[in-house]
């Protein structure tokens, strides 16, 4: 039976050693994959019952007082409400009997990632059984959706003066946005002199309407940015990406 195609999954980890939060991650993160942390077992049955279909790496190495992790990983599968998630193993114990017991005895469906001392070896790995679970799904560029509650603006000059406006979401691709007033412009023109003020960190850079829709919030265009913006752009966006997902996601996790 053909793998259904989903928008995208979230990755997580849960208890990852400090190797895996500084590097790991973040090397998962610049392959274009929407990857958080959490450190709570039992929280994290109750946050990832919210997201269908997300993947969870278990770092059992990791020992908890009264706690089996295959116990908890078999829960976890045959529980009604997370059991669409897709658990994977992490540790450093290449030990085979340990390997076949989630690999076979519990059929673990994203593995059980031998972790090495050198980071490179394991990521590639880590991406490897990431892209057979079409883990970036439909999207080939994670989005953050700006929360009602914060404003994220951004100018365009105009002749001599300059149209400001919000910014509805992005990623570093694209982005969706209102513009204050009506910025007569139409699908296919070029926008130059760009700024997008990320929280303090300004960008300048281009891009080309190629969307618009009316809205109860009013018109909202969608911008591509143009694909020769420098690596320090990219990463500036990036970086405002993962930021604001990782600050709703702890927002929720907080909240269970």
């Known amino acids: 039976m053909p793998q259904e195609t989903v928008e995208s999954r979230k990755i997580f980890f849960l208890n990852p050693d400090s190797v895996i939060q500084e590097e790991l991650i973040d090397a998962v993160s610049q392959a274009d994959y929407e990857a958080y942390l959490i450190t709570d077992h039992l929280k994290a049955t109750k946050l990832l019952a919210r997201f269908p279909g997300s993947i969870l790496f278990v770092n059992i190495d990791k020992r908890i007082r009264n706690l089996q992790w295959a116990t908890y990983i078999k829960e976890f599968m045959s529980d009604p409400q997370t059991h669409t998630v897709r658990i ?3 540790s450093y ?3 085979p009997d340990l ?6 005895d519990l059929s673990v469906p994203c593995g059980f990632v031998h972790l090495k001392p050198g980071i490179v070896e394991s990521t590639r790995f880590l991406i490897q059984v990431l892209e057979a679970n079409d883990a970036r799904g439909k999207r080939k560029f994670v ?3 700006i929360p009602a509650d914060t404003s ?7 002749h001599n003066s300059f149209i400001t406006g919000r910014i509805s979401d992005i990623s570093v691709a694209a982005m ?3 513009f204050d007033q009506d910025p007569g412009i139409s699908i296919g023109q070029t926008v130059n002199d760009m700024q997008l003020n990320l929280r303090g960190n300004v960008v300048g ?3 080309v309407i190629v969307g618009h829709r009316q809205t109860a919030m009013g018109k909202l265009y969608v911008v591509a940015f143009t694909l020769n913006q420098p690596v320090e752009v990219r990463q500036k966006i990036r970086s405002f990406v993962y930021s604001t ?3 709703e996601m702890n927002r929720l996790i907080s909240s269970l």
């Open 176 to 178: 969706a946005c209102y």
């Open 99 to 104: 390997t076949r017991r989630y690999l076979i």
């Open 245 to 247: 997902l990782h600050r």
């Open 143 to 145: 989005r953050a959706v």
């Open 205 to 207: 850079l281009s891009g």
């Open 88 to 90: 994977g193993v992490l």
């Open 93 to 95: 114990n290449a030990d």
């Open 152 to 158: 994220v603006t951004f100018n365009v000059k105009n």
